[in-house]
Structure formats: structure tokens, C-alpha cells
């Protein structure tokens, strides 16, 4: 499992809200679907950002992150990856992508990756 379908998956059997599906996606294409989902126009209207970050998450908030991303026969650093706030100060993500783990955001794999973290709308209105 990738980490956008971790995601879909626990909003769609926890929260009853669907996310969109952007198939099988692979390492070159996760940048732009992470862009679509949290910075694209649309997603001004789906996705508000949480301030101050970290300290203010809550459950069930995205968290953006760096990563490697295979560019023309190159590496370069982009925003490739999401995980899911478990409780405060943690967060839940796919691990090369195909272990699910939960750790402190402080942890070494994800603190110096942290891009930023996203409420969906539907969990301002409760």
C-alpha cells in the first residue's frame, strides 16, 4: 500500500469521507499528486493548513513530507510523501512503501522531512 491509499482508506472506514483515488501511483508521480491534493486549487476548498505545526495536529490530519524522487536519471528532493496524525505529535505513514508504522514526529525518519500538515474540511465543521 502507498501512502495516499493508507490515507484513503482511513478516512473512507473511520470518518465515512472518500478521498480521490489516483490509482497506482509510483515515486515519479507522487509530487504532483501531493500538489493536486494539498496545494492545487481545489484544494483550498477541501484542505485548510494547521498553524502551528507541529503542536496544533490533530487525528486524522495530513502530514506532508520530503523525499527522493527519480528525475531524468537523477535524484532530486520533492514533496512525495504523506502520513496521517494518530495523536498528537505522531503520525502514521507507509514505510518504502509497503510497512505501516507510527512514530513521534520528532523520530529520525520523518523530522527533517516535515513539509506541513492539512485539516480536511469536513473535520472543521464538527
Not at 531524468?72 to 507507509?94: A, D, F
Amino acid at each position: 500500500m502507498h501512502c495516499w491509499g493508507l490515507i484513503r482508506d482511513i478516512f473512507q472506514s473511520q470518518l465515512g469521507i472518500m478521498l480521490p483515488s489516483y490509482g497506482e501511483i509510483d515515486a515519479k508521480e507522487l509530487q504532483a499528486v501531493a500538489e493536486a491534493v494539498l496545494v492545487g486549487s481545489a484544494a483550498r476548498t477541501t484542505w485548510s493548513p494547521v498553524q502551528p505545526f507541529p503542536s496544533a495536529e490533530q487525528p486524522y490530519d495530513v502530514v506532508v513530507m520530503r523525499g527522493w524522487l527519480p528525475s531524468g536519471g537523477r535524484v532530486q528532493r520533492g514533496v512525495v510523501h504523506t502520513g496521517i496524525v494518530t495523536r498528537p505529535r505522531h503520525v502514521m505513514h507507509t514505510d518504502m512503501g509497503y510497512a505501516v508504522v507510527e512514530v513521534s514526529l520528532s523520530h529520525p525518519t520523518v523530522r527533517g522531512k516535515l513539509v506541513g500538515c492539512y485539516r480536511h474540511v469536513d473535520l472543521l465543521r464538527g
